[in-house]
């Protein structure tokens, strides 16, 4: 459907971007209906709420947009009437009657967003995969499960390509002191919490590595004479990450938005077969081991480093597409991170 809908066009301007949304929300709609009907069957008062109902009332960023105010009266007022489950859509609000949506795995925002608006002290995620891991498992199998993760890491990890839960559902939760557990919805194991760093009981200088191939880096002449056109780039709600030299990391799907900002005479060049890939832990700044085996491992697979920078709990660098699944492997080898018990 969403296929579709870039087929007939770009969706770069809000009133398309708003039927995007009418698009995208069905999915929830039809899960929410089936999920009750699931549930009456076997004896469980359910009851099904969308975002207009409450309502979920939202900012105008459409397929992007944020949470300002949640109503809860209607649910709770059926729970008095005799309801004992609201299944409520997800990733999905309202703004002056039109329905929004909160981007890619925005059903993690709705979550944590109604433990916060209940009072609730504990967000149970349950999703495909059992937990959080030191790396993907499907590209590293020897990647090692995390009991705990703090805020800042898990920020990081979501924010650097880790598909788990949205980097504003973690915003969120650590705002307003939510503890999050990742659970799976297919086998009973324990999963991953995450809180805050002074409550991790297992402390290791590497949590984990994250990728994303979604990245592209854009090189201009010279970055210093463009300073206007960088603030026009983000002031259209393009994300701009690791500023270089003349060079900035943006989302490959942001490309045709930035091209249509510039100027045809400004000259820049775009690499979109790029990755990204990010070392995360509480002080790998502060521990120079970590840059000087990071190092190690790319000068030794003679890697060409294209970007790089660096945070107190982050290295984030720039490659070739094509090193990205090896050089998760071997950084995650040389960190030793499947020895850690």
């Known amino acids: 459907m969403a296929f579709q809908a870039r087929q007939i066009s770009n969706l770069s301007c809000r009133q398309e971007l708003s039927e995007y949304d009418v698009m995208l929300s069905a999915g929830e709609q039809i899960s929410c209906g089936l999920l009750a009907i699931t549930l009456q069957s076997i004896g469980v008062n359910a009851k099904s709420?969308?975002?207009?109902?409450?309502?979920?009332v939202t900012d105008d960023f459409y397929s992007e947009s944020k949470i300002k105010t949640i109503k809860i009266d209607r649910?709770?007022?059926?729970?008095?009437?005799?309801?004992?489950?609201?299944?409520?859509a997800g990733f999905q609000g309202i703004n002056d009657d039109r329905?929004?949506?909160?981007?890619?795995?925005?059903?993690?925002?709705?979550?944590?967003?109604?433990?916060?608006?209940?009072?609730?002290?504990?967000?149970?995620?349950?999703?495909d995969i059992d937990g959080i891991y030191t790396a993907d498992p499907?590209?590293?199998?020897?990647?090692?499960?995390?009991?705990?993760?703090?805020?800042?890491?898990?920020?990081e990890m979501s924010s650097s390509g880790a598909k788990i839960l949205h980097n504003r559902s973690v915003q969120l939760a650590m705002k307003h002191n939510i503890k999050v557990q990742v659970l799976s919805t297919f086998k009973e194991v324990e999963g991953t919490t995450v809180l805050?760093?002074?409550?991790?009981?297992?402390?290791?200088?590497?949590?984990?590595?994250?990728?994303?191939?979604?990245?592209?880096?854009?090189?201009?002449?010279n970055l210093a004479n463009n300073l206007r056109t960088l603030r026009d780039i983000v002031g259209?709600?393009?994300?701009?990450?690791?500023?270089?030299?003349?060079?900035?990391?943006?989302?490959?799907?942001?490309?045709?938005?930035?091209?249509?900002?510039?100027?045809?005479?400004?000259?820049?060049?775009?690499?979109?077969?790029?990755?990204?890939?990010?070392?995360?832990?509480?002080?790998?700044?502060?521990?120079?081991?970590?840059?000087?085996?990071?190092?190690?491992?790319?000068?030794?697979?003679?890697?060409?480093?294209?970007?790089?920078?660096?945070?107190?709990?982050?290295?984030?660098?720039?490659?070739?597409?094509?090193?990205?699944?090896?050089?998760?492997?071997?950084?995650?080898?040389?960190?030793?991170?499947?020895?850690?018990?």
């Not at 649910?75 to 409520?88: L, M, N, P, W």
């Not at 499907?138 to 920020?155: C, G, H, Q, T, W």
């Not at 805050?196 to 002449?221: P, Q």
């Open 49 to 56: 709420w969308l975002a207009w109902q409450l309502p979920i």
């Open 75 to 88: 649910v709770k007022r059926s729970f008095a009437e005799g309801y004992t489950a609201a299944i409520i």
């Open 99 to 127: 329905i929004t949506t909160f981007g890619r795995g925005g059903s993690d925002i709705s979550a944590v967003a109604f433990t916060v608006a209940f009072g609730v002290r504990t967000c149970e995620i349950f999703t």
């Open 138 to 155: 499907r590209i590293v199998p020897k990647a090692r499960k995390l009991k705990f993760i703090s805020y800042d890491e898990m920020l």
């Open 196 to 221: 805050h760093k002074r409550d991790v009981l297992e402390r290791y200088l590497i949590t984990g590595i994250a990728y994303s191939t979604n990245e592209a880096l854009v090189t201009f002449t």
């Open 236 to 341: 259209a709600n393009v994300k701009i990450d690791m500023i270089h030299g003349s060079s900035f990391v943006i989302s490959k799907f942001d490309i045709d938005l930035m091209e249509k900002l510039l100027n045809k005479n400004e000259n820049y060049a775009i690499n979109d077969n790029v990755a990204k890939i990010s070392i995360i832990g509480i002080g790998v700044m502060s521990n120079t081991e970590v840059m000087h085996r990071t190092l190690k491992v790319l000068s030794e697979k003679k890697i060409e480093i294209l970007s790089i920078t660096t945070s107190e709990i982050k290295i984030s660098i720039i490659v070739q597409k094509e090193y990205v699944v090896a050089l998760v492997k071997d950084l995650h080898t040389e960190y030793e991170l499947d020895m850690q018990h």
